[in-house]
């Protein structure tokens, strides 16, 4: 919670410079509203694939700082994408239980997979709007559909892994005597 809380800081006083990749206020709200959707006890595989895109966002604004200061090097997107999803690992010390299980051919926690499957969501539907934006002549197909098409996809992975759980607790029986 407290990484979450600073990570929400750091975004507030970010200059505008740093706001290229997406909306501040959109990375805000969608980081703000992960704890809150926990607590109202959504499935964590919907939190996690709206976390993953979280935390993608994150990486592309390293990514943009890092050119703001000139620090380039083999490899470096990828690397600081890499780094920004792998701070997920601090929800399993003290909020979740590293629970793998099979899914599809991956043996990996379900928010694990969610995470990851979030994050490539948001990246791959941002290449599919600028791949359009490019056939399109260089001009959008409606207003906002920058913002329109990577909020879609996740949503339909959400819609997807709300009736599609991955990470539901077993429940217990309880045996009366």
């Avoid at 969501?121 to 207003?143: E, T, V």
């Avoid at 906002?144 to 949503?155: D, N, T």
């Amino acid at each position: 919670m407290t990484l979450l809380l600073v990570l929400m800081l750091l975004v507030v006083f970010a200059n505008s410079a740093m706001a290229n990749p997406a909306c501040a206020v959109c990375t805000v709200a969608v980081g703000a509203s992960l704890e809150l959707a926990r607590h109202f006890g959504v499935d964590d595989s919907v939190v996690g694939v709206w976390a993953g895109a979280f935390l993608a966002l994150l990486g592309y604004w390293m990514i943009v700082w890092f050119d703001k200061k000139g620090w380039n090097f083999k490899g470096r997107n990828f690397f600081l994408i890499l780094i920004s999803l792998s701070t997920i690992g601090f929800m399993y010390i003290g909020e979740m239980e590293y629970t793998p299980k099979v899914i599809g051919i991956f043996y990996l926690d379900g928010f694990l997979f969610s995470v990851v499957l979030g994050a490539l969501i948001l990246i791959f539907s941002s290449r599919f709007y600028q791949w359009m934006k490019a056939r399109n002549g260089g001009h959008a197909h409606f207003p906002f559909e920058k913002v329109f098409v990577p909020v879609a996809s996740l949503a339909l992975a959400s819609v997807y892994f709300y009736y599609n759980p991955l990470c539901q607790a077993v429940e217990e029986e309880l045996y009366s005597f």
